[in-house]
Structure formats: C-alpha cells, structure tokens
C-alpha cells in the first residue's frame, strides 16, 4: 500500500499536485536541496530487502527461531509505518498540514519502536539481522527524525508565526542544532553511527540549498549546517575511539 500511494504521488499526482510542489507553496530555511530527496531511493530499496528478509525466514523453514525472534519484535510496528506513511501523503497533498505533522508523528513514533525493541546499535544480533533490519531502520529513522522537523517548519509557516527573514533564520537554527543534538544522542547513547550520517546528508542538503540561492540574509544558515556537521563528525570519531579502546 505505502509503495503504490507514494507511486500514486508521484505519477498521478494525488490532487493534481507533486509532493514537491506542495512543499514550494510552503518556503522555509530548514529545506534541503532537491537532490538531498535521493536518500528514498535508499530507503525503499532497503524496505525491499527487510521484506525479502522477512519472506525468506517465513517460507524457508530453516529458521523458526530468527523468525519468531524477528516477527515478537516487530509486532505491529512495520504495518503501522507503513499506514502512517501513505496516509501522511494524503493529508500532505491536500494541505492538511496539522493532520500531516501528526502523521509524520506517528511513522516517527513507530520506527523509534522498532529501534527500540531490536535494541539497533546496542545489542548483538546476527549479521543478516544487521544487514536487513538494523541498517534500513536506522536510515529510514534518520531521514524521518529530520522530516519531522521539516514538517513541523512548515507548520510554523504555515500558522504564520515567525514570517520575517531574522524570524525564519532564528527557526532554522534552533531546529538544526536540536537535530544535532539528538544525533550526538544517538551516537553516544545508542551507539547509531548511521543515524547520524543520514542527518549529515541532510545537513549538506541545507547548506547546498542555501549556497544555490545565494541570499545574504540567508547565507547565515550555512556556517550553522558547516558547524553541526562538524559536531557530528567529531563525535562519530570519539565514538569509534571509545569502541576501540573498550
């Protein structure tokens, strides 16, 4: 379902409108270049690997434990990311912008709990699991923690508050150093390197936005996207040091 609704978004468009072009009705600074969106090639492409994942310790009757162990863990969470998904493109395409954060909220809220109850980054798992469920929930997590904040910036803008440059500017700082800060969270507290890198891509994504358009007042973001992707940087290499040396 979530596949075919984002194709219906792509192709059809749901209500004669790209999800890109929704987006434009709604400017900020928080946007990240149009290329930074590529990452959902990744992502998908890694939902379809969990899934053939997910088929082969169904139908292969080698692995009843894996399978057990994968199917308690995930309980409903899959299914409820994937309705939050479709229906967050549905509100989104027809400006249902508050009901559309709260969608974004709940996808959000779900791939925390699978994080969660797989105990990604912090405990041990088989390679395959890591391959299959630890990396694409962690990638998908990442982009979505960024998205969320995106979404509730044009919720922002969308209630009119904060509508002057020095307002915006003020808005988009406080969002990318909150991000950072809960990506230093990830890396240190449950040791999600690629979490961290997803928000570098979209902390470049910003930064290249930025740089494109060229506007003075604006130009100010970019040294904040150059200062936070350092921070994480800097805490990825402590991390694999700490690692190491444990």
Not at 20 to 48: D, K
Not at 131 to 159: C, E, K, M, Q, R
């Amino acid at each position: 379902m979530m596949v075919v609704i984002n194709l219906m978004a792509l192709l059809l468009p749901i209500n004669e409108k790209t999800t890109a072009q929704v987006a434009n009705e709604y400017p900020h600074l928080f946007a990240p270049a149009g290329i930074t969106f590529s990452i959902w090639i990744i992502i998908y492409l890694s939902m379809l690997a969990f899934v053939i994942y997910q088929l082969w310790l169904a139908f292969s009757d080698q692995h009843p434990n894996e399978l057990s162990q994968v199917m308690r863990q995930m309980k409903g969470w899959f299914m409820v990311s994937s309705i939050a998904n479709a229906c967050w493109l549905f509100t989104w395409h027809y400006y249902l912008i508050p009901v559309s954060v709260a969608m974004m909220l709940v996808l959000l809220i779900s791939l925390l709990a699978i994080h969660y109850n797989f105990g990604i980054g912090v405990r041990p798992a088989p390679l395959a699991e890591k391959i299959f469920i630890h990396l694409p929930f962690s990638i998908y997590l990442g982009w979505i923690a960024i998205t969320t904040i995106a979404n509730i910036t044009i919720l922002i803008v969308y209630a009119g508050w904060g509508s002057s440059l020095y307002s915006q500017i003020g808005w988009t700082n406080i969002m990318i150093g909150f991000a950072t800060l809960l990506s230093i969270a990830m890396i240190l507290l449950r040791n999600n390197i690629v979490y961290a890198l997803v928000n570098v891509w979209a902390f470049y994504g910003i930064l290249l936005k930025r740089r494109i358009a060229d506007v003075p007042g604006e130009n100010s973001i970019i040294p904040t996207c150059v200062i936070a992707i350092g921070i994480i940087a800097i805490t990825i290499s402590w991390q694999l040091y700490r690692k190491q040396k444990s």
